[in-house]
């Protein structure tokens, strides 16, 4: 489902599902992503904020948010320290994608590392890609491995 609006995150925060979780998934926005730094700032301390953590290679974790213990990962990406609160796929109740594209029916494509296509799978909440208008076409060839979101929140 593709769902289109003036401001991208004010439509996130009014879905019930955003509103029931305690514990939420977010990124940290880079380049031409949907700008995500102040929504973040906005519900920390209200929501447990999720932040993508890179292990390796690989795999990404999802540690809790603190302002000031923020470091560049390995893509020059803000993450939190390893120090900070490991959050478990099953405790996350509501998670916001990002995406290279989206089309009108979830299908998504990141920046081609998979890190997201891997640990997707183990999250069992509502998924909710985030794009602005440019980044959405009507039709994706997904990949076997390429975890869909739930709904699609996009500019008009």
């Given at each position: 489902?593709?769902?289109?609006?003036?401001?991208?995150?004010?439509?996130?925060e009014?879905?019930?599902?955003f509103?029931?979780?305690?514990?939420?998934?977010?990124?940290?926005?880079?380049?031409?992503?949907?700008?995500?730094?102040?929504?973040?700032?906005?519900w920390h301390?209200?929501?447990?904020?999720a932040?993508?953590?890179v292990?390796?290679?690989?795999?990404?974790?999802?540690?809790?948010y603190?302002?000031d213990?923020?470091?560049?990962g390995?893509?020059t990406?803000?993450?939190?320290?390893?120090?900070?609160p490991?959050?478990?796929?099953?405790?996350?109740?509501?998670?916001?994608?990002?995406?290279?594209?989206?089309?009108?029916?979830?299908?998504r494509?990141?920046h081609?590392?998979?890190y997201?296509?891997?640990?997707?799978?183990?999250?069992?909440?509502?998924?909710?890609?985030?794009?602005p208008s440019?980044?959405?076409?009507?039709?994706?060839?997904?990949?076997?491995?390429?975890?869909?979101?739930d709904?699609?929140?996009?500019?008009?």
């Amino acid at each position: 489902m593709l769902i289109r609006t003036d401001n991208i995150l004010e439509a996130v925060e009014a879905m019930p599902d955003f509103r029931n979780a305690s514990t939420v998934l977010a990124y940290w926005s880079i380049g031409d992503e949907v700008p995500t730094h102040d929504f973040i700032a906005k519900w920390h301390g209200a929501k447990r904020i999720a932040l993508p953590v890179v292990l390796n290679h690989t795999d990404m974790e999802f540690r809790l948010y603190d302002p000031d213990r923020m470091v560049r990962g390995p893509f020059t990406i803000c993450e939190p320290s390893k120090d900070c609160p490991l959050v478990k796929p099953e405790e996350i109740e509501f998670a916001i994608i990002p995406g290279e594209r989206f089309d009108v029916k979830g299908n998504r494509k990141g920046h081609g590392n998979g890190y997201y296509d891997r640990a997707l799978p183990h999250i069992r909440c509502k998924k909710v890609g985030i794009a602005p208008s440019s980044k959405i076409v009507n039709h994706l060839n997904p990949e076997p491995w390429d975890c869909p979101v739930d709904v699609v929140v996009s500019g008009l």
